[in-house]
């Protein structure tokens, strides 16, 4: 064989390996996002965080992972989370502890009270579905 066709030959079977990388990625993209979208900080490093706001009834407090890391969050993601819950039936002066743990007892999630991560992946998943079938059922 010429020299031409090794250099095709190799370049082909590179076009083929990282097509074949590119789709097993996409094809679990599921599996893989949630590990990537992780920002884990250990309590004591949250001790640390400037113009953070440390009061005993904050949801901040409360959401935990199963590693017992917090998850830190922004004022705004803090206040996203709220919207969701109360997407999902919170009262406004309900205590957000009782429903998370109303809503973990609800989708046979240990009901810790606590917002993990698991928790907050299936919050998430809910308010996508119930905003979807709002959206569908609106007259256009």
């Known amino acids: 064989m010429r ?9 082909i079977v590179a076009a083929a390996v990282i097509a074949g990388s590119t789709i097993s990625l996409a094809g ?12 884990q900080v250990t309590s004591s490093a949250k001790e640390t965080l400037p113009n953070e706001k440390k009061t005993e009834e904050t949801l901040l407090s409360s959401i935990n992972t199963h590693n017992n890391e917090v998850i830190v969050i922004s004022a705004e993601e803090q206040n996203q989370i709220i919207e969701m819950l109360q997407a999902l039936g919170m009262v406004n002066k309900q205590d ?3 429903f998370i743990k109303h809503f973990q007892t609800q989708n046979s999630l240990t009901p810790t009270g606590a ?16 905003k979807a079938n709002r959206s569908l059922q609106t007259p256009r």
């Open 3 to 11: 020299k031409e066709y090794y250099i095709f030959l190799i370049l």
């Open 28 to 39: 679990n993209i599921d599996i893989i996002s949630p590990n990537l979208n992780q920002s």
């Open 115 to 130: 917002l993990d991560s698991i928790t907050l992946d299936i919050i998430i998943e809910k308010v996508k579905l119930e």
């Open 96 to 98: 957000s502890n009782e």
